[in-house]
């Protein structure tokens, strides 16, 4: 994917904020920085992270000492895919013990450049390897509907006829793997076009549209309807991540893997950029 991934640090040390910043500056991350523990929970309330590294040596608002639980406790409920990294001197066996139940990733002061650079690499890997799993669901969704369409021992078809029947599906295909995904209903900023439900995945900022070709003329125009959606979902709130998935089942698309390349990219509305992916298939 384009777009950087973004991390969280969290530290009321700017000379350590300063060092970390130092110690990414070859990282392909966007980094935010949070000196307070109020700050910290304030972004993790308004955007997604990729990561967080947290110093749990930070006046807190419950706990005067270790605030740093009080980050990973609210990032634990707010994201089930944000990554946790923890800076920290102490040694003692509680708090260690602590810090391990929540299977949280440790790197012990003082904090070497090279050490924090490759434990952020395995954290932008593993970030990444959840957006990569909903491509992989999806390049599943044609061999599930073939294999529901055509059941044996005499069982009934499950038919997709329209675009409902594809979201559906795919729903229920998506859930094991993102539990927050969830359906969701937007206005395109389109002329004539009223509502529309999206798959969302709030916690990766990704907006799932589905698509069924009709007949070949809807084929021969899927193109430029694929242009004009995607222009109206810049400004969809929860989308930083746009998934195109056009289910074509009597391939009435000549020409899909060129559209799929020239319609995926980045798209921009004043300063907000999204990511986009245009899946069809079969293709």
């Known amino acids: 994917m384009a777009l950087k991934p973004r991390i969280l640090v969290a530290e009321d ?26 700050g910290a929970l304030e972004l993790l309330a308004s955007r ?24 990973l406790e609210t990032a634990r409920k707010l994201n089930p895919y944000t990554e946790l990294l923890v800076i920290t001197g102490h040694n003692e066996h509680e ?43 999806l390049e599943t969704f044609s061999y599930c509907q073939t294999v529901l369409e055509k059941r044996g021992h005499g069982r009934p078809a499950f038919r997709i006829v329209n675009e409902y029947d594809v979201q559906d599906l795919l729903h ?20 004539g076009k009223t509502k529309r439900l999206d798959l969302v995945v709030p916690g990766l900022e990704t907006v799932i549209e589905t698509k069924m070709v009709r007949n070949k003329e809807h084929g021969s125009k899927i193109a430029d309807e694929l242009d004009i959606d995607i222009r109206g979902y810049v400004a969809h709130p929860r989308c930083k991540r746009l998934f195109c998935y056009v289910f074509d089942p009597k391939r009435h698309i000549k ?29």
Not at 19 to 35: E, G
Not at 49 to 70: H, N, T, W
Not at 255 to 280: N, P, Y
Request: glycine content about 4%; charged content about 30%.
């Open 13 to 38: 040390d700017k000379y350590w904020i300063d060092h970390h910043r130092v110690a990414l500056k070859n990282s392909n991350v966007d980094i935010d920085a949070a000196q307070t523990v109020k």
């Open 48 to 71: 997604s992270f990729a990561g967080i590294v947290v110093d749990l040596e930070m006046p807190g608002i419950k706990d005067s000492a270790l605030g740093g639980f009080e980050i």
């Open 95 to 137: 708090i260690l013990d602590r810090v391990s139940k929540m299977n949280v990733r440790v790197i012990t002061k003082p904090v070497d450049h090279r050490e924090l650079a490759i434990s952020i690499t395995g954290l932008i890997d593993s970030w990444e390897s959840r957006l990569c799993m909903i491509s992989n669901v």
């Open 172 to 191: 229920c295909l998506m859930k094991p793997y993102f539990p927050d995904v969830l359906t969701e209903e937007y206005t395109l900023k389109r002329a």
């Open 255 to 283: 020409d899909a893997r060129t559209i799929e390349r020239d319609v995926s990219g980045e798209a921009s509305q004043d300063t907000k950029t999204i990511e986009v992916v245009v899946i069809i298939r079969p293709a």
